[in-house]
């Protein structure tokens, strides 16, 4: 006998809806928000006084989303804290804090604001969807309460989250997403007791999303899509950009090429904290991106991306990061190698001395291979190659390998590996190949201003980052940035 089982009859309608309405492409947007920030106070503030606050920064949300909307934008992502700031401990962000329920409740939070109230964040969030017809991706904070039969439930007796919600382009909540890797710093939040692996369908292509540093870890980031297999990553984030090897831009567009997947990155602006960068990236290169360390003013980047880049004839090809590397000898003896840190990784170096030629660096098991040809070799400007085979173990530890060209800041080799802005070394040709041990690798190529280097490089199938016709400004660093997962040690969360 047939069991007839309603809710699978629904699943497979609403799928057949979406296929039958499917674009081939859809547009983008994302917003860099400049955050108006609570005062810092030892105590909370009540909660129509943080309601206040939201509102203030909601204001200039909502004027990005309408902006998106009028330029076609089909889903708009905005930061990371874009709506009240990081200025907290955990009970001053307590009244900030809604009760975010499971979509699954089917819930237009516009159209229905009592069913959970008190939440007026989600309705103003929601009818800013419902109204401009568009896909609303924000970060608020998510409070459940907990008690003692749970033996993790924080004294206060509630979990407080670091949450990514989604709103349909009826308002609808759609997605919720509680940030599994927290930073050092945000100790008002509770970790999820497991990664959560969040999707959502829609006719322009299957989404999924975190927050900021869970990228840097394979739960939930590399899962999503390895194994959920979306479209497109959305990424609220207030990235502190650190060169030479983790700018905003730089990592994110280099994990969009690395993982072949889009992703739209939304970063708070704040130049005293070094937090800009945002952007629209394909995995064959961005589409859109900004950084700006000049003023404190938010920007709308909007794009158009295709909708299954998989089925894009320009999805890049698999590639064995270390098929190159593995096959050639030594370029060069390590008689000159000599030791640099870049961001506490003790990196070891060689200097590329002529204007041209071949070098080779070495640390434990990773060599990485350089070929290239300056312009002009300036007497005021040291580049080097340089290598990093280890554990991390600052603001969390991960386990890396790197190859890196990069400019030093000054013609004294100890100042290899410090952050550099600008150069004017220009590179007719390089490539830059390693025997890299995993194979998830994140290819960079960061130029003078912090610019990237769209449609200016490649990479080829045998795992080598060329350039044969050289970039269009001076380089600051040409890497591969290489995440060992199987080597991290177990992340503690509480």
């Not at 005293?272 to 980047?301: C, K, V, W």
Request: proline content about 6%; some cysteine; glycine content about 6%.
């Amino acid at each position: 006998m047939i069991m007839f089982q309603p809710h699978i009859y629904a699943t497979v309608f609403i799928l057949s809806i979406l296929q039958a309405f499917a674009l081939d492409s859809y547009i983008a947007a994302v917003y860099e928000h400049s955050v108006i920030l609570p005062d810092v106070t030892g105590s909370p503030v009540s909660s129509d006084e943080a309601l206040t606050l939201m509102n203030k920064n909601m204001d200039v949300l909502e004027g990005a989303i309408k902006a998106a909307a009028q330029q076609g934008a089909h889903i708009i992502v905005t930061p990371e804290d874009a709506i009240y700031g990081w200025v907290f401990k955990r009970d001053t962000i307590f009244p900030y804090l809604e009760d975010i329920p499971d979509p699954q409740v089917n819930w237009i939070p516009c159209t229905d604001p009592e069913r959970f109230a008190p939440a007026a964040v989600q309705e103003r969030l929601s009818c800013m969807a419902r109204n401009n017809s568009i896909y609303v991706v924000a970060n608020i904070g998510d409070k459940k309460p907990c008690n003692s039969s749970d033996p993790k439930c924080p004294s206060d007796g509630h979990y407080q989250y670091n949450t990514n919600v989604v709103f349909d382009s009826e308002g609808k909540l759609v997605a919720r997403y509680h940030k599994y890797n927290l930073f050092m710093s945000e100790t008002q939040f509770d970790s999820p007791k497991e990664p959560e692996i969040v999707t959502f369908n829609t006719s322009f292509g299957k989404f999924g999303i975190f927050t900021c540093f869970d990228i840097l870890f394979h739960d939930p980031a590399v899962t999503l899509v390895s194994k959920s297999h979306v479209d497109t990553v959305l990424f609220p984030t207030a990235w502190m950009n650190v060169l030479p090897h983790l700018t905003a831009i730089e990592f994110h567009s280099a994990w969009a090429m690395g993982m072949h997947v889009n992703f739209l990155a939304a970063d708070t602006h704040n130049t005293s904290m070094a937090m800009t960068g945002s952007g629209i990236y394909a995995p064959d290169g961005p589409r859109a991106f900004h950084y700006n360390m000049d003023t404190e003013n938010g920007h709308l980047l909007v794009a158009e991306l295709s909708s299954h880049p998989h089925l894009s004839p320009t999805y890049p090809a698999a590639v064995n990061w270390s098929a190159y590397a593995t096959s050639v000898k030594r370029f060069s003896p390590d008689d000159w190698d000599f030791c640099g840190v870049i961001f506490y990784d003790k990196f070891t170096f060689t200097e590329l001395t002529k204007p041209e030629g071949n070098r080779t660096v070495c640390q434990k098991d990773l060599c990485c291979h350089l070929s290239y040809r300056m312009a002009e070799k300036r007497e005021d400007e040291v580049y080097v190659l340089g290598a990093f085979d280890g554990l991390h173990v600052v603001e969390g530890e991960y386990y890396l390998q790197i190859c890196t060209l990069l400019k030093c800041e000054s013609t004294d080799l100890k100042t290899c590996g410090l952050p550099v802005a600008t150069a004017h070394t220009r590179f007719e040709a390089f490539s830059l190949s390693g025997t890299f041990g995993t194979s998830y690798v994140f290819p960079e190529v960061l130029l003078s201003g912090v610019q990237l280097a769209s449609g200016e490089f490649q990479v080829l199938s045998d795992g080598r980052l060329i350039s044969q016709s050289g970039t269009s400004k001076p380089v600051l660093t040409v890497t591969l940035f290489g995440r060992w997962y199987e080597k991290d040690p177990p992340q503690p969360h509480i």
